[in-house]
């Protein structure tokens, strides 16, 4: 169910919104291929008439499953926008869309849950990546010297 309030009630007072909203509401899932939502998105959000517009402030809070891109290994990352502000012009031609009285803002709360994405998720700042298997490390005081490609090495013993 979508993020919606009824413009028609404030005029009387502000309204305050606090519920969850699935991850399923906010269509993300293929966005980041590193990056997953299982649960809700919570928000707390007041709700205020302006003279021309609307004004939205508030609270969201949402974790995200991520997979670390250097190493691959899974961890919770946690995305707090403590001070989200959104304002919805009720005139002009950037005005929100009203229907049946009501405005939604799953959208709006949508792109900017999408900018706060972590843009390389980490599991941890010093992640070293894939650990390298030690078939493949190199041997304290053996020089290994870059193979050569097989076609290099075919063109090399050509004499001119």
Known sequence: ??????VCHLDAKNLFLSD???ASE???DSVDELIGMSQPLSYDLEVEKLERGILVQGTLELTLECECAR???RYQ????LKEW????ALEGEDRVP???DCVDLTPYIREDILLAFPQHPLCEPECKGLAIPRSEQKKPGVVQE???PAAWAELNKLKF
């Not at 990352?77 to 707090?80: F, P, V």
């Not at 502000?85 to 919805?88: D, E, G, K, Q, S």
């Open 20 to 22: 969850d909203l699935p």
């Open 77 to 80: 990352h946690s995305l707090l």
């Open 1 to 6: 169910m979508p993020v919606t309030f009824n």
């Open 85 to 88: 502000a959104c304002h919805l």
């Open 98 to 100: 009203i229907i049946n």
């Open 26 to 28: 906010l269509d993300l």
């Open 146 to 148: 870059p193979e050569a």
């Open 71 to 73: 190493c691959l290994k």
